[in-house]
Nanobody, 126 residues
Framework: QVQLVESGGGLVQAGGSLRLSCAAS????????MAWFRQAPGKEREFVAG????????FYADSVKGRFTISSDSAKSTVHLQMNSLKSEDTAVYYC???????????????????WGQGTQVTVSS
Protein backbone atom coordinates (compact mmCIF):
# COMPACT_ATOMS: atom_id res chain seq x y z
CA GLN A 1 0.00 0.00 0.00
CA VAL A 2 1.45 3.33 -1.11
CA GLN A 3 1.44 6.17 1.39
CA LEU A 4 2.65 9.75 1.13
CA VAL A 5 2.69 11.58 4.44
CA GLU A 6 3.39 15.31 4.54
CA SER A 7 4.60 17.28 7.53
CA GLY A 8 6.04 20.68 8.34
CA GLY A 9 3.20 23.04 7.58
CA GLY A 10 2.18 25.83 9.91
CA LEU A 11 1.75 29.54 10.43
CA VAL A 12 4.59 31.88 9.53
CA GLN A 13 5.00 35.61 9.00
CA ALA A 14 5.64 37.01 5.57
CA GLY A 15 9.34 36.82 4.75
CA GLY A 16 9.79 33.73 6.89
CA SER A 17 10.63 30.14 5.99
CA LEU A 18 9.14 26.68 6.31
CA ARG A 19 10.35 23.25 5.31
CA LEU A 20 7.81 20.67 4.20
CA SER A 21 8.60 16.98 4.14
CA CYS A 22 6.89 14.06 2.42
CA ALA A 23 7.70 10.52 3.48
CA ALA A 24 6.89 7.90 0.84
CA SER A 25 6.34 4.22 1.50
CA UNK A 26 5.15 1.28 -0.56
CA UNK A 27 6.77 2.41 -3.80
CA UNK A 28 10.19 2.34 -5.44
CA UNK A 29 11.10 5.95 -4.78
CA UNK A 30 13.65 6.27 -7.58
CA UNK A 31 11.08 5.23 -10.21
CA UNK A 32 8.68 8.08 -9.44
CA UNK A 33 8.69 11.75 -10.23
CA MET A 34 7.84 13.59 -7.04
CA ALA A 35 6.10 16.93 -6.97
CA TRP A 36 4.49 19.46 -4.69
CA PHE A 37 1.17 21.05 -5.54
CA ARG A 38 -0.87 23.56 -3.60
CA GLN A 39 -4.49 24.59 -3.44
CA ALA A 40 -5.81 27.81 -2.00
CA PRO A 41 -9.51 28.26 -1.09
CA GLY A 42 -11.62 28.72 -4.21
CA LYS A 43 -8.71 28.02 -6.54
CA GLU A 44 -7.57 25.05 -8.58
CA ARG A 45 -4.73 22.85 -7.47
CA GLU A 46 -1.50 24.18 -8.96
CA PHE A 47 1.98 22.86 -9.55
CA VAL A 48 4.67 24.25 -7.26
CA ALA A 49 7.81 22.16 -7.76
CA GLY A 50 8.83 18.76 -9.05
CA UNK A 51 11.84 16.58 -9.61
CA UNK A 52 13.02 13.80 -11.86
CA UNK A 53 15.61 12.02 -9.80
CA UNK A 54 17.01 10.33 -12.88
CA UNK A 55 19.19 13.09 -14.26
CA UNK A 56 18.76 15.30 -11.21
CA UNK A 57 16.46 17.81 -12.89
CA UNK A 58 14.16 20.06 -10.90
CA PHE A 59 11.25 22.17 -12.04
CA TYR A 60 9.52 25.14 -10.44
CA ALA A 61 6.48 27.29 -11.01
CA ASP A 62 7.46 30.84 -11.95
CA SER A 63 5.76 32.14 -8.82
CA VAL A 64 8.16 30.27 -6.52
CA LYS A 65 11.35 30.16 -8.56
CA GLY A 66 14.28 31.45 -6.54
CA ARG A 67 12.38 31.11 -3.26
CA PHE A 68 11.50 27.40 -3.03
CA THR A 69 13.80 24.39 -3.37
CA ILE A 70 12.82 20.76 -3.82
CA SER A 71 15.22 18.10 -2.61
CA SER A 72 15.20 14.47 -1.55
CA ASP A 73 16.70 12.00 0.86
CA SER A 74 16.56 8.84 -1.20
CA ALA A 75 17.75 6.68 1.69
CA LYS A 76 14.63 7.70 3.59
CA SER A 77 12.34 7.97 0.52
CA THR A 78 11.57 11.50 1.56
CA VAL A 79 11.14 14.64 -0.51
CA HIS A 80 11.42 18.12 0.97
CA LEU A 81 10.26 21.56 -0.04
CA GLN A 82 12.27 24.40 1.47
CA MET A 83 10.21 27.58 1.26
CA ASN A 84 11.94 30.91 1.86
CA SER A 85 10.78 34.51 1.58
CA LEU A 86 7.21 33.41 2.01
CA LYS A 87 4.41 35.67 0.86
CA SER A 88 0.76 35.83 1.81
CA GLU A 89 -0.13 34.46 -1.61
CA ASP A 90 1.74 31.25 -0.74
CA THR A 91 -1.02 30.43 1.75
CA ALA A 92 -2.58 27.12 0.71
CA VAL A 93 -2.81 23.44 1.47
CA TYR A 94 0.33 21.82 0.10
CA TYR A 95 0.19 18.30 -1.33
CA CYS A 96 2.93 15.85 -2.15
CA UNK A 97 2.34 13.68 -5.23
CA UNK A 98 4.04 10.81 -7.05
CA UNK A 99 3.90 10.03 -10.77
CA UNK A 100 5.48 6.94 -12.28
CA UNK A 101 8.43 8.14 -14.31
CA UNK A 102 7.19 8.07 -17.88
CA UNK A 103 8.36 11.18 -19.63
CA UNK A 104 11.19 13.60 -20.18
CA UNK A 105 9.76 16.39 -18.05
CA UNK A 106 7.86 16.49 -14.81
CA UNK A 107 4.12 16.77 -15.42
CA UNK A 108 2.74 20.06 -14.18
CA UNK A 109 -0.94 19.13 -14.13
CA UNK A 110 -2.35 17.10 -11.23
CA UNK A 111 -4.35 14.60 -13.29
CA UNK A 112 -1.63 12.08 -14.16
CA UNK A 113 -0.27 11.73 -10.64
CA UNK A 114 -0.79 8.27 -9.20
CA UNK A 115 -0.56 8.96 -5.49
CA TRP A 116 -1.25 11.91 -3.20
CA GLY A 117 -0.63 12.83 0.38
CA GLN A 118 -3.30 14.17 2.69
CA GLY A 119 -2.00 17.75 2.51
CA THR A 120 -0.50 20.14 5.01
CA GLN A 121 -1.69 23.69 5.65
CA VAL A 122 0.69 26.59 5.14
CA THR A 123 -0.53 29.99 6.29
CA VAL A 124 1.53 33.12 5.73
CA SER A 125 0.45 36.18 7.68
CA SER A 126 1.18 39.62 6.28
Amino acid sequence: QVQLVESGGGLVQAGGSLRLSCAASGLTFSRYDMAWFRQAPGKEREFVAGAKWSGGRRFYADSVKGRFTISSDSAKSTVHLQMNSLKSEDTAVYYCAANFDGGYDVVRSPGPYDYWGQGTQVTVSS
